[in-house]
């Protein structure tokens, strides 16, 4: 397939003038993560493309930007993510709580913080397998500290509430740490002013109630009473969605590049801090498009895959992209079995080059499509005034870097939405 960058551009599906605060709202600003998209852009798929009542599913849920909006907007919203923290975060966004009970336990949280006599924490077996990586990043006092909210949270009995406040206290992580602030990769900052843990988790959590209240307000009371009719999430893979055949009416989502294991480092902190994570390159291997695993290869259903991959030749980031077509592949056969009839996809994907090679995303995703069975029923070209990634790429590595040297040249400049119909 040709190169589409020519498409012309329809700056309506770029949302320009919305501020963070209005792409961060409700309970979208929860936690901070990378390279999700806006909730606008969600919302228009969804109305475009569904009714009420419909189900609306996302292969690559990560914090759940479409399942929030799904039931938002009285769609039953499906999802899954490998990453734990995903999964977490996309529970907390899309749960309806109460709100008496809820500011109940943050009042009983804070007069423990506050007032309390002792302050030692209790062993907290959930971090004693990673222990040397956080006192790699935090200082002694922000980790007692830190160690001391985790353990009160932990005792909570309520697990949604709990659940709440461990994303309040995951949000606050990196910036109670020596990670350089504005860094994406793991990068030590020994100058770096860091916050008081106690003071900024209380701040976290009480802007996320105030957002969680908005929520209830929003939510259609059907949807809140019948909150797990209405949502059904997975910690799992995109081969595996926790979704009947034929019974999904739209897929709305953005899923990872080929250099999705980047990502898993921006979830380091918190990856160590619940417990989830024993090895990070054991992290990185479940993630699609990893050159840490081995896997057959197989038919592509897309010549310009066939193409990218072999402009690499047989190096790492070859092995890569080949990974991460087949696993794109197998994500979209499964999306194909939830679908029903006529049912449209909506995939949100950008193109970027790697040392000369250019890495047609959108080009291949429609290829696959069309092989297995589905019809392009419309393409769109945005721009992305913003997104949660570094905006550079350096030329001779390839890698994700700062903005503040020579020769650089733009990741994500504009992206496509692929719209296909299932036949």
């Known amino acids: 397939m040709d190169d589409i960058s020519s498409l012309e551009i329809d700056y309506s599906w770029s949302f320009s003038d919305k501020t963070t605060k209005d792409t961060s709202y409700l309970t979208h600003g929860y936690y901070t993560y990378p390279a999700k998209f806006i909730p606008q852009l969600a919302a228009r798929l969804i109305h475009e493309y569904s009714h009420e009542g419909d189900i609306v599913i996302d292969p690559f849920m990560g914090s759940g930007t479409t399942v929030v909006e799904s039931i938002l907007n009285n769609r039953i919203g499906i999802g899954a993510d490998i990453n734990e923290i995903a999964y977490l975060a996309a529970a907390v966004k899309s749960t309806p709580l109460d709100n008496q009970e809820l500011v109940e336990a943050s009042i009983a949280l804070e007069h423990q913080l506050v007032f309390s006599s002792s302050k030692t924490p209790h062993s907290c077996e959930l971090i004693r397998k ?12 922000q980790k007692e500290e830190l160690l001391y909210i985790l353990t009160l949270i932990l005792e909570i009995k309520d697990k949604k509430i709990k659940d709440f406040f461990l994303i309040a206290f995951a949000q606050i992580l990196k910036s109670c740490s020596i990670w350089l602030q504005r860094s994406i990769k793991p990068t030590r900052d020994k100058c770096k002013k860091v916050n008081k843990p106690i003071e900024l988790f209380l701040r976290q959590a009480k802007k996320m109630i105030l957002r969680h209240v908005d929520f209830n307000r929003r939510l259609d009371k059907d949807v809140k009473n019948k909150i797990d009719s209405y949502r059904i999430i997975k910690c799992g893979d995109s081969r595996e969605l926790p979704c009947k055949d034929e019974s999904a009416a739209l897929a709305v989502t953005s899923p990872p590049y080929v250099t999705s294991y980047e990502y898993a480092d921006l979830h380091q902190l918190p990856l160590l801090w619940l417990g989830y994570l024993d090895e990070l390159a054991d992290f990185r291997k479940k993630f699609i498009g990893s050159a840490h695993k081995t896997r057959e290869a197989i038919d592509m259903k897309s010549e310009t895959a066939n193409s990218i991959v072999a402009g690499f030749g047989k190096n790492k980031k070859g092995v890569e992209t080949r990974n991460y077509f087949s696993d794109m592949l197998e994500s979209f056969i499964e999306l194909k ?20 090679v250019k890495i047609l995303n959108a080009e291949v995703f429609l290829e696959q499509f069309e092989n297995i069975g589905f019809r392009t029923c419309n393409l769109i070209h945005r721009e992305i005034p913003s997104k949660m990634l570094p905006s550079t790429r350096d030329v001779t590595t390839g890698q994700f870097t700062k903005c503040n040297k020579d020769a650089l040249k733009l990741a994500y400049p504009t992206e496509y939405i692929l719209v296909v119909e299932k036949l």
């Not at 950008?350 to 000369?356: A, L, M, Q, R, V």
């Open 130 to 141: 990673n222990e040397d990586r956080i006192d790699y990043w935090f200082l002694p006092e």
């Open 337 to 356: 079995r939830v679908l029903r009839k006529g049912g449209k996809a909506c995939i949100v994907i950008g193109n970027t080059e790697f040392k000369g």
